[in-house]
């Protein structure tokens, strides 16, 4: 069963910086997608960044030029590097990992039980 877990949430100041690891394990035949998406309250969950196999990264409109997506050389830890962060990042943040367990099977989505970061003005 594949697992991932978030670390690195916690508290900041406006303009200040967090960077939040995301570590994946269990029986994988291979990975793919890896990244984040956040739910602040009350609203939908929406793409924080993701960055695929081949290292082609997408930033959601409201962290571009602000967070920056990098993912280990194992394919299987993914990080986030959150810059000038502002009081609307305040979130919890999602892990996620598209990856292939079966054979025959085909990619299926798997998700991180989220870390809360909270941003002070």
């Known amino acids: 069963q594949v697992q991932l877990v978030e670390s690195g949430g916690g508290l900041a100041q406006a303009g200040g910086s967090l960077r939040l690891s995301c570590a994946a394990s269990?029986?994988?035949?291979?990975?793919?997608?890896m990244g984040w998406y956040r739910q602040p309250p009350n609203t939908e969950r929406e793409l924080v960044a993701k960055?695929?196999?081949?290292?082609?990264?997408i930033y959601g409109d409201a962290v571009k030029g602000r967070f920056t997506i990098a993912r280990g050389d194992a394919r299987r830890t993914v990080y986030l590097q959150m810059n000038s962060l502002k009081p609307e990042d305040t979130a919890v943040y999602y892990c996620?990992?598209?990856?292939?367990?079966?054979?025959?099977?085909?990619?299926?989505?798997?998700w991180g039980q989220g870390t809360q970061v909270t941003v002070s003005s």
């Open positions: 269990g029986t994988m035949l291979a990975t793919n997608d």
């Open positions: 996620y990992l598209l990856a292939q367990v079966k054979l025959f099977g085909g990619v299926e989505s798997y």
């Open positions: 960055i695929t196999r081949e290292g082609t990264t």
